[in-house]
């Protein structure tokens, strides 16, 4: 087993999440080239007041004009939950308390006849005290709270049971 599945294995027991799955995205060379140098991955349905955080990338970025849930790379020495927690800092200016992890995904990405392995861990999380976000300059375009997962949400499949469970109220805490 070679470290990054060590560290995947080790996180998932450490934070009770059995769940995994694994997905194949093609994808253009500018995300590519960004994500095979980024083999640990974070993610979050970000959630106040009974709706849902999501963000749409600058077109500089490589993403695509589809919302998303705010996340990015885990750097060495952290923990998924402090990736996080940075990274919802670093894209909205917004403190986030993590509630539990949903699951992990294997992400095999594609481009061209290249392929690159990556993990991505999603949360639920939580906006801690105001929402007052202040987007990532050159990062993020455009921030906005939703009651219910957009048509055009990138991911959508991922979220849409556990959205369904956080309006409920049965999201739990790890």
Request: with cysteine; hydrophobic share 30%; proline share 4%.
């Amino acid at each position: 087993m070679g470290q990054t599945e060590s560290y995947v294995t080790h996180h998932m027991r450490r934070l009770g999440c059995t769940r995994i799955e694994e997905k194949h995205y093609t994808v253009n060379r500018q995300r590519f080239e960004k994500g095979s140098r980024r083999p640990l991955n974070v993610g979050a349905m970000l959630t106040y007041g009974g709706c849902i955080v999501l963000i749409k990338h600058h077109p500089s970025t490589g993403w695509d004009t589809r919302w998303y849930t705010p996340g990015g790379g885990i750097e060495d020495g952290e923990t998924p939950e402090e990736a996080l927690e940075r990274e919802v800092m670093e894209e909205l200016s917004l403190r986030c308390r993590v509630l539990r992890l949903q699951k992990v995904n294997r992400e095999v990405i594609h481009y061209q006849d290249r392929r690159a392995d990556t993990y991505f861990f999603q949360f639920h999380a939580e906006v801690a005290g105001a929402f007052r976000p202040v987007p990532a300059e050159g990062e993020v375009m455009e921030v906005r709270l939703f009651d219910s997962l957009p048509e055009n949400m990138a991911f959508r499949e991922d979220y849409e049971g556990f959205f369904e469970e956080f309006k409920r109220g049965g999201a739990t805490e790890i």
